[in-house]
C-alpha cells in the first residue's frame, strides 16, 4: 500500500476556469460581481433598481442564473442592457464553466461591469470561485438576523453584505443591530449597505459602493 | 446540496492521480474540509457512496479531516483557533486578524494499492 500525498483543491478545475475568467475580466477592466442570496431576498429586485439607475449606454451587463425558467432575465432585460439566463437545470449553483459559457459571444472590451445573479441558496455557491472581484451577500430582513451565522460560509467570503427590505423593519421582528453584529463577528471586514429595493431608501449607498468599486478597477490615467 | 458535484470532482480528482501511478489501483481518499467551507460531512459521504456504488470505484473509502478555524495575529504573529467566532488575538487583543485555515477544500492523500 502506498500514500500520496496530494496537493490539490477538490474544485481545482472550477479554480481554474474562475482564474481564466479574472484574468480575462482584468485584462478588460471589467468588475464582475457575484451575487448570492437564499431565494426572495432580493438579488432581482436589486438588479433591476440599479439598472433602472443606469444611463443608456452604461457599459454593464448581467448574467442571472436559476434552477428552471427564464423569468429574471425576462425582467431584466426591459432596461436595455445585454442579458444572459443561465438555466442550471437542476444544479444549486453556477460554477465557472457555465460563466464562461454565457458570455460567449460578448466583447469583454464594450464591458466595464458584469453583474451576476447566482442561483437562490445560501450554501453552494460560497464554494464556487466565478472568477469574480467580489461576492455580494444579499440578506432581507425578512429573514432571520441570526442568517450569518447559520451560512458562515458566504457572509466569510463576501466583501459586501446588501441587508435588503429594511422597509420591512417596522413590521418583522429583526433585529438589525444583531445581523450587523453577527455578520462583523464572521467576518470583520465585510461592508454592509442598507437598503430596500421597493422604496428606494438607501439605494444611493449602494450606487457609491458600485462607483467606488468600478473607479478602483479603472487604470490610473497618466 | 452541492455535495454532489464536490463528490464528483474528489473522484475526477483521484482519476488525475491515478493516471500517473499506471496499474495502481486507489483504496482511500483523504479530504481537508474547513468549517468555513460550507460543505456538509454527511452530504458529502452520501454522494461519494451513490457515485461510487456498484462502479470500478466501489471499493473507494472516503475520508474526511475536519479543519477548525484557525487565524494568526498580524501584530504579534500569535496562531490561535477560533472558537465561536471569536476572532479577537487571545494573547494581544488585536482585533484584525487573518484567517489562515478552516476555509480549505482539498485533497490531503490518496492511498494506492500497487501491482
Not at chain 1, 33 to 62: C, D, M, Q, W, Y
Not at chain 1, 82 to 97: E, K, S
Not at chain 1, 192 to 210: P, Y
Request: overall charge negative; proline content about 5%; hydrophobic content about 40%.
Amino acid at each position: 500500500m502506498k500514500r500520496v500525498a496530494v496537493e490539490r483543491k477538490v474544485l481545482s478545475e472550477n479554480d481554474r476556469i474562475a482564474g481564466q475568467l479574472r484574468e480575462r475580466f482584468c485584462a478588460h477592466d471589467v468588475v464582475c460581481l457575484n451575487l448570492i442570496s437564499s431565494p426572495g431576498a432580493g438579488k432581482t429586485s436589486l438588479l433591476e433598481r440599479t439598472l433602472e439607475g443606469f444611463p443608456t449606454g452604461e457599459r454593464v451587463a448581467v448574467l442571472t442564473g436559476d434552477i428552471q425558467t427564464d423569468h429574471d432575465a425576462t425582467r431584466l432585460a426591459r432596461f436595455g442592457f445585454p442579458v444572459r439566463q443561465i438555466t442550471t437545470g437542476g444544479a444549486c449553483h453556477l460554477d465557472a464553466r457555465m460563466v464562461e459559457r454565457a458570455l460567449e459571444g460578448w466583447r469583454l472590451e464594450d464591458l466595464d461591469l458584469l453583474l451576476i445573479e447566482n442561483v437562490g441558496n445560501l450554501v453552494c455557491p460560497a464554494s464556487y470561485d466565478l472568477g469574480e472581484c467580489a461576492k455580494i451577500v444579499v440578506l432581507s430582513v425578512a429573514e432571520g438576523e441570526d442568517k450569518p451565522l447559520k451560512y458562515a460560509s458566504i457572509f466569510f467570503r463576501s466583501t459586501l453584505l446588501v441587508l435588503n427590505k429594511i422597509d420591512l423593519l417596522p413590521y418583522v421582528p429583526f433585529d438589525i443591530v444583531r445581523a450587523r453584529e453577527y455578520a462583523r463577528r464572521v467576518h470583520p471586514e465585510i461592508e454592509i449597505v442598507e437598503v430596500s429595493c421597493t422604496s428606494g431608501a438607501g439605494m444611493e449607498n449602494w450606487r457609491q459602493w458600485l462607483r467606488f468599486r468600478r473607479q478602483a478597477a479603472q487604470p490610473i490615467s497618466p | 446540496m452541492h455535495e454532489l458535484s464536490i463528490a464528483n470532482s474528489v473522484l475526477e480528482a483521484v482519476r488525475a492521480e491515478v493516471l500517473r501511478h499506471p496499474g495502481a489501483v486507489p483504496v482511500k481518499v483523504a479530504l481537508r474540509v474547513g468549517e468555513l467551507a460550507g460543505v456538509d460531512s454527511d452530504a458529502l459521504a452520501f454522494g461519494f457512496q451513490a457515485l461510487t456504488t456498484g462502479t470500478e470505484w466501489a471499493r473507494l473509502a472516503l475520508e474526511i479531516q475536519r479543519k477548525p478555524r484557525q487565524h494568526r495575529c498580524p501584530v504579534c504573529k500569535t496562531e490561535f483557533l477560533v472558537v465561536d467566532y471569536n476572532c479577537i488575538c487571545p494573547a494581544c487583543g488585536a482585533s484584525r486578524t487573518e484567517c489562515i485555515s478552516g476555509d480549505e477544500l482539498e485533497l490531503a492523500y490518496i492511498e494506492l494499492e500497487e501491482p
